[in-house]
């Protein structure tokens, strides 16, 4: 039985006494939105607010239902959605390794070959229980007596469209942990740190990643000052990760985008090949026309990679989920014809997708848009839908504010600690939330889409905060 299973098991027994049917007013829920959206900070705000009744369809209070609004992450409950419906829960990435060339004896007279087919979660520290492709090959090649690879360990790349990032996203995203891109041949979650020490004269010592990645450069570009301001950007074409700004003294860890996690995997293992005793000549060697399939490398299913992307919202997971759905549908893998794909199953479910403007899956492209009314239909549509062997829920995969997720400071300790399932969606001038209420049994669906307030943000979560207590809390 799986983690979040269980753990959602819990959750119900904990909670689920508490979420008793409530007659939640339609006057109650209008007034708590106007009182929010007519808030002197939303004077110069796109703002939507949605409430829907799960069980009549009916809205039983809005504001701006069919103002599309910049999304953010929430956008990640529209792929993933998706994805349960046409891969299913049980669904897993398929890694194929290969044995390319002759065997003779104890040697292989060719190339070890690595098929990349988009696996997201390949060496991801989110599923440290997973087996370890580096492992699983080593034992592979133990199994079958190889001693000796006479060619090389080849990363086979060629599923996915050359740059590896989304064009719709903005430079200054593509360098940072939450901006790495979608490769065919994906490993470690496409991460590594940034280490230097700076220095005021603009100099960068001792700059070095961890993991050393073979090929990737650290082009420093600061300028002299002592003021703590650095920047990183993305150089694809080098590759390379050039620093900008300036530097304090002091040392600097930053947690940066891998453009060629292929070489990542590929020093790894061989490094472990060698450890074990098999031996790699590097010889150049022709592809073949004898492969071998010497073992596959499986994901876990899609109901836990789900569950730990919206958790964590994870970019490039969500990108996973979204060519795969292209993929799965037999169209080119580009974010293009999976959200072609995607519109075209909600459309066939009833859920109007015309107002939905998708660029990507994860929702980091600022051009996403969608109205509340989208938002609410769509989870309306999923809110009894369940998938897989333990019948899990879309709700059953989102946080809970309170629990393991958090808007303002007012909802967690209230009386509805809890009970609201949701996904949050931020980025400069953004805060977005989509959820459920309750979150064991859900009756209501609910959105607020927030672009340009005035104010902080936390001021903001604190007025969502109220918003919830106003409209759910008894």
Known sequence: MKLRFIITLLLLAVFGSATQARDITAQRTQKAIDRFVDDSLMRHASVGVIVTDLKSGKMLGGRNINLACITASTMKTVTS??????????????????????????????????????????????????????????????????????????????????????????????????????????YCDNRMKLVFTGKGDGTAENAHFEPDVPGVQIINRMRPGN?????????????????????????????????TPGALLVDSLSRTLSKSGIRIANKQFSP???????????????????ASLLERSDNMFTEGLLKAIAVNSGREPTEAQGVEVIDSLFTSRGVDASGKFQYDGSGLARNNKAPVKFFADMLTYMSDRRFGSHQLRLVDLMTRIGINAKIGTQVPYSSI??????????????????????????????????????????????????????????
């Not at 040697?107 to 098929?115: A, E, K, W, Y």
């Not at 991801?124 to 492992?135: G, M, P, R, T, W």
């Not at 590759?239 to 947690?255: E, H, K, M, R």
Request: hydrophobic share 40%; aromatic share 10%; proline share 5%.
């Open 81 to 186: 959605s998706a994805a349960l419906e046409l891969l299913g829960a049980d669904f897993t990435f398929n890694t194929p390794v290969y044995l390319d060339g002759e065997i003779h004896g104890s040697t292989l007279r060719g190339n070890l070959v690595i098929v990349g087919r988009g696996d997201p979660t390949l060496g991801s520290v989110y599923f440290k229980d997973n087996l370890d492709i580096v492992h699983e090959v080593v034992e592979a090649l133990n199994r079958q007596g190889i001693t000796t690879i006479e060619g090389k360990v080849i990363v086979d790349n060629s599923l996915y469209r050359y740059p590896a990032y989304n064009g719709d996203w903005c430079a200054d995203d593509l360098a940072w942990d939450y901006g790495m891109g979608l490769h065919a041949l994906n």
């Open 417 to 474: 600690s809890g009970m609201i399932a949701s996904k949050s969606g931020s980025m400069r001038d953004v805060q977005c939330y989509v959820g459920y209420f309750p979150a064991d049994e859900p009756q209501y669906a609910w959105a607020v889409l927030v672009n340009n307030w005035h104010g902080t943000r936390p001021n903001l979560k604190e007025m969502i905060d109220r918003l919830l207590l106003g409209i759910f809390a008894p």
């Open 288 to 306: 073949s026309d004898r492969r071998w399939l010497l073992m596959t490398h499986k994901s876990p299913i899609l109901t836990d990679i789900i």
């Open 227 to 259: 003021e703590d301001n650095v920047g990183v950007l993305l150089e694809y074409a080098n590759p390379a990760i050039i620093l900008t700004g300036t530097a304090a003294d002091t040392t600097y860890v930053f947690n940066v985008s891998n453009p």
